[in-house]
């Protein structure tokens, strides 16, 4: 399954300049899912990260990766309909490249354990076939 970036601003409230998720490219409930975030030169916070030396943040990649990692929570625990707000809880990860403008962030989630209102997920950022970070997110969410 693939979204489009109308079908997940249904899925998560997030909008710009917070949205960092522009299609999910698959999507397999409680197996994985493949999402991108097309890194562009006029993206707001590169004015003041490294003006000189555009580098994407590393708190926003794993923001990034928790954005997708709502959508898989949403659709493996079948919440169609709801409108929820997701938490971050706990995250622990590691960066192994830098992100910049003209990059492609392609990111893949899958499950390390869910609950009713919980999740944790492990979420891989690659660039290419490179892979730029690791990270696993947990959130709790609350229906609005």
């Known amino acids: 399954m693939e979204l489009n970036i109308l079908?997940?601003?249904?899925?998560?409230?997030?909008?710009f300049p917070f949205l960092l998720i522009d299609k999910v490219l698959e999507l397999e409930?409680?197996?994985?899912?493949v999402a991108l975030k097309n890194v562009s030169v006029n993206e707001h916070f590169f004015v003041g990260?490294?003006?000189?030396?555009?580098?994407?943040?590393?708190?926003?990649?794993?923001e990034a990766m928790a954005q997708?990692?709502?959508i898989?929570?949403?659709?493996?625990?079948?919440?169609?309909?709801?409108?929820?707000?997701y938490y971050l809880a706990k995250v622990t990860s590691k960066f192994y490249a830098p992100v910049v403008p003209g990059d492609q962030l392609r990111m893949v989630i899958t499950t390390?354990?869910?609950?009713?209102?919980?999740?944790f997920l492990k979420g891989e950022a690659f660039?290419?076939?490179?892979?730029?970070?690791e990270a696993e997110v947990g959130f709790g969410i609350k229906e609005v």
């Not at 898989?72 to 707000?85: E, P, V």
């Not at 390390?112 to 999740?119: A, I």
């Not at 660039?127 to 970070?133: H, P, Q």
């Open 7 to 15: 079908e997940i601003q249904k899925i998560i409230p997030h909008r």
């Open 29 to 33: 409930p409680n197996v994985k899912l």
């Open 49 to 62: 990260h490294f003006p000189n030396e555009k580098v994407m943040p590393g708190v926003l990649i794993i």
């Open 68 to 70: 997708a990692g709502c």
């Open 72 to 85: 898989y929570f949403y659709y493996s625990k079948n919440l169609h309909g709801k409108n929820l707000i």
């Open 112 to 119: 390390v354990k869910m609950l009713p209102k919980v999740g």
């Open 127 to 133: 660039v290419g076939d490179k892979l730029v970070c």
